[in-house]
């Protein structure tokens, strides 16, 4: 059972802007960077947001990410059907001999 | 441009040991700059991260699969690996190798996100 909790789902239609959640504590968002995963349908993840909102070279800047005490979101401006696929909160949790945990999975829908 | 490919068994029987290599090209594994992982994921599930090591040999394992993960490399093929021991159908997912970026930009600190993947190859354990 993941320690980071997302939403199930989230949609819009294109051009919306849709926002993601990930909750968690003081021992993963709070005190280590949040990493945003996307994983189209049948491919690996891929890196979408790195250490909180920092975008990886050919990221679209429709995606950007923000952290507030044991929360974070990822938004989706002008979405596209491209936008279509799961995606994946992920931060180092500091409790036990310290663990990488992924969040839940939100899975978008371009309506 | 970096690449990384998972290659194995693709059927495990129960109480075996499923053993995957993960070939690295494109950059060294040698590197003191990054970790390297494996990360999971069960049909129709979520990702769970496996364990990561670094190019010296130290490594870092989920605790949720106890002592039943080992991750080893071999700096002089540039490859690493995973072997898990005594499998059940819980085991059935497809396994990804991926490259850790530092979770600092001081100093080498595990924790950091995944940069580049391999394509993942799904492994079921049946008899």
């Known amino acids: 059972q993941s320690v980071l909790t997302q939403p199930p789902s989230a949609s819009g239609t294109p051009g919306q802007r849709v926002t993601i959640s990930c909750s968690g504590s003081s021992s993963n968002i709070e005190s280590n960077y949040v990493h945003w995963y996307q994983q189209l349908p049948g491919t690996a993840p891929k890196l979408l947001i790195y250490?909180?909102?920092l975008r990886p070279s050919g990221v679209p800047d429709r995606f950007s990410g923000s952290k507030s005490g044991t929360s974070v979101s990822l938004a989706i401006s002008g979405l596209r059907s491209e936008d279509e696929a799961d995606y994946y909160c992920?931060?180092?949790?500091?409790?036990?001999?310290?663990?990488?945990?992924f969040g839940t999975g939100t899975k978008v829908t371009v309506l | 441009q970096l690449q990384l490919q998972e290659s194995g068994p693709g059927l495990v029987k129960p109480s075996e040991t499923l053993s995957l290599t993960c070939t690295v090209s494109g950059g060294s594994i040698n590197s003191s700059d990054y970790y390297w992982g494996w990360i999971r994921q069960p049909p129709g599930k979520g990702l769970e991260w496996i364990g990561s090591l670094y190019y010296s040999g130290s490594t870092y394992n989920n605790p949720s699969l106890k002592s039943r993960v080992t991750i080893s490399v071999d700096t002089s093929k540039n490859q690493f690996y995973l072997s898990l021991s005594s499998v059940t159908a819980a085991d059935t997912a497809v396994y990804f190798c991926?490259?850790?970026?530092?979770?600092?930009?001081?100093?080498?600190?595990?924790?950091?996100?995944?940069?580049?993947w391999g394509q993942g190859t799904l492994v079921t354990v049946s008899s």
């Open positions: 991926a490259r850790m970026r530092s979770s600092s930009m001081i100093v080498v600190v595990i924790g950091g996100d995944f940069d580049y």
């Open positions: 992920a931060a180092w949790d500091d409790s036990l001999s310290g663990v990488y945990v």
């Open positions: 250490r909180n909102n």
